[in-house]
């Protein structure tokens, strides 16, 4: 099984809608990471969380919102969702304890279409 | 944000051949860290190799390697005798002391028969 899983996978969705992109994790880490990645381009980070009871907002999180319900668990919420926001969703973890250099490790990826 | 520049965007390797990937990198601290990521057609994104801004040695992972000249601030990744397998897109990523990664816009590998 993977180690960090995001649902759903694919999601198209219409302006206007609230959603709800989730993010599980079974490493026990606790760091959490979004990121956002429009075509042909790198990764952006919209939220990120050092623990539990840690959120920080990142680059882009202008029309997000976030919440660490757990250690394992990291929810992305796009509340009035918009045709600029389709692109693809990462979640990725890591544990600065466990290595020299704070690995991250991603998900598969959501992709999100907005129409 | 850091800034990181790939310059190249898109790429062609003949199989076997050796493939020269460039970064650069803007920062004034002297502790950082330096990453590639490997992004196949299928979206995963997948760590490929690490070097540490007080590494004297390049970092080496198998076919991989990172030429790291820190004074040119630059981060060169080096595909040795390519595969078919290896054509992606390759991200060049950075962090600081705060852990967040900051991403390249990519180079896009396409290996030849």
């Known amino acids: 099984d993977a180690d960090v899983t995001q649902t759903p996978r694919n999601r198209i969705t219409k302006t206007g809608k609230r959603i709800m992109l989730e993010c599980s994790q079974t490493k026990g880490h606790d760091r959490m990471y979004w990121y956002r990645q429009d075509p042909g381009l790198g990764l952006q980070l919209i939220y990120y969380s050092f623990d539990v009871k840690d959120i920080n907002k990142g680059e882009i999180s202008d029309g997000y919102s976030v919440s660490r319900q757990a250690q394992a668990k990291f929810s992305l919420s796009l509340e009035s969702a918009i045709p600029n926001q389709t692109a693809l969703y990462f979640c990725?973890?890591?544990?600065?304890?466990?290595?020299?250099?704070?690995?991250?490790?991603f998900g598969p990826g959501t992709r999100l279409t907005v129409l | 944000a850091q800034k990181i520049t790939q310059t190249q965007p898109g790429m062609f390797v003949q199989e076997k051949e050796a493939v020269t990937l460039d970064c650069t990198y803007d920062?004034?601290?002297?502790?950082?860290?330096l990453f590639w990521y490997k992004q196949p057609s299928s979206g995963e994104m997948i760590f490929l190799i690490y070097q540490g801004s007080y590494d004297e040695q390049n970092a080496t992972e198998g076919r991989y390697s990172l030429n790291f000249q820190k004074a040119r601030k630059s981060a060169n990744l080096v595909i040795s005798a390519s595969q078919l397998g290896d054509s992606a897109m390759y991200f060049c990523a950075t962090s600081l002391n705060d852990y967040k990664l900051s991403f390249g816009a990519g180079t896009t590998v396409t290996v030849r028969a």
């Open positions: 920062t004034s601290d002297q502790s950082y860290g």
């Open positions: 990725a973890t890591s544990d600065p304890s466990g290595s020299s250099y704070n690995e991250q490790f």
